[in-house]
C-alpha cells in the first residue's frame, strides 16, 4: 500500500510538472510573436509617414500662398519688361560686280591675232585686252600718207605760180583776174593737204580701235574670245571687267523689310559655302517692287575678295536700327490658325489668350511688336496643355 501510493504520488508530480513546462513554453511563444508583431507594424506606420513627408515637400512649395489645398496645375510666368534690342535682318541674294563693264569691238573689227589677258587677271585702264589683224588697214594708211605728199606737192607748185604771177603783174604781162586765178589754186591745193591729212588721222584712229583697250582698272571676270576668232561691230562683249573689283551683294528683301532700311546701314556677308563673313553697307535700296514676287532688292557694296565670285549664292544680315519690345523665349509663343498668341494669367490666377504679332528672333527669344507691355505675367512653359479660363497656380521666374 505505501509502495504503490508513493508512485503514484510521484506520476502525479511528473504531470503536473509537465503540465506547468507547456504552459510556459505557450506564453514564450506567444510572447515572441508580439514582440515580431509590434515591430513589423512600427517599420510599416515609419514608411507610411516617410511617404506623406515627401509628398508634403516636394508639392509645398508648387501650391499657391493661402490654398494649400489648390489642386489646380502649377505654371511657371515671367514679367518680361522691355528690352532694346538691335534689329537685324536676314536675306538670301546673289553676289554680283557693282559696276560690270562689257569691253567689245568699236571698229571695223577683223580677225583676232592675240588675246593678251584672262579671266582673273587685273588691268589697268588703257591696257591693250586683245589685238585684231590690221594688215590691210595699215596698207590704206600708207596709201594715205602717200596722198598727203601729192597734195603737198600740188600746193607748192601753185604757190610758185602765184608768186611769179604777182612779180609780173607789176609789169603789166599778167592781169589782176589772172591773179586771182592762181591764188585761188593755191588756196584749193592747201585745203587738199589738209583734207589728206586728216584722212590719215582718221585711218590711223580706226587702226588703233582695232587694239582692245581696258575702259578703266578692274578685274577681269570673263574673257569671250580666242585668237583667230573673226569678231566685228555686232558681236557680243568680249570682255567683262568689274570696274575697280569692286563686288555686291544683291539682296532680296519684302516691301515690309525694305521700307525698315536705309542707305547706309551696314550688313554683313557669307558667301555660301564658306564661314568668311564680309563687311559692307547698303549702298542703294530698290525704287520699284516685282510684282509677282512683291519684293525688292537691297545692293550691298563689298570689297574685293577671292571667296566673292559673282553669281554666287550668298546670305546677309542687315542692320535695321534699334527697337525696344517685349523679348519671350520660343517656348512662351505659341501659334494656330489664327495667328501666334500666349497666355497671360490675371489677378485671379486664370489663364487669358493674348494674341500677339511677332518680330525678329534674337539669341535672348523673340521680340514681341505688338499685344504686350511687358508687365503681364505670362506663361513661360507649357501653354500649349492650357485652356482658356483655366485655373492655374503661378510660380514666377525671374526675367
Known sequence: MNFETTIRAEAADNVAADVDDGIAGARGARSGVSRWLLLGGMGILGLLLAIAAYFALSTGDQVAAGDEDSQAPVVTVIAPGRTTISGTIEAPGTIAARREMPVGVVGEGGQVRSVRVDAGDWVSAGQVLAVIDRSVQNQQAAAQAAQIEVARADANIAQANLDRALQLVERGFVSKADVDRLTATRDAAVARVKVAEAQLQERRARNAQLNILAPASGYVLARNVEPGQTVGPGTPALFNIARGGEMEMLANL?????????????????????????QGQVWQLSPIIDPQSRQGTARIALSYAPELRPGGFATATINSGTVTATVLPESAVLADDEGAF???IDDENKA?????KTGMVTSQGIAIMEGLSGNEMVVLRAGGFLN?????NPRRQES
Do not use: H, I, M
Request: hydrophobic content about 35%; proline content about 5%; charged content about 15%.
Open 254 to 278: 519684302s516691301e515690309a523689310q525694305l521700307a525698315g532700311l536705309s542707305q547706309g546701314v551696314s550688313a554683313s556677308v557669307v558667301p555660301t559655302g564658306s564661314e568668311k563673313e564680309f
Open 342 to 344: 500666349v497666355y497671360v
Open 352 to 356: 487669358t489668350r493674348q494674341s500677339v
Open 388 to 392: 482658356p479660363g483655366e485655373t492655374v
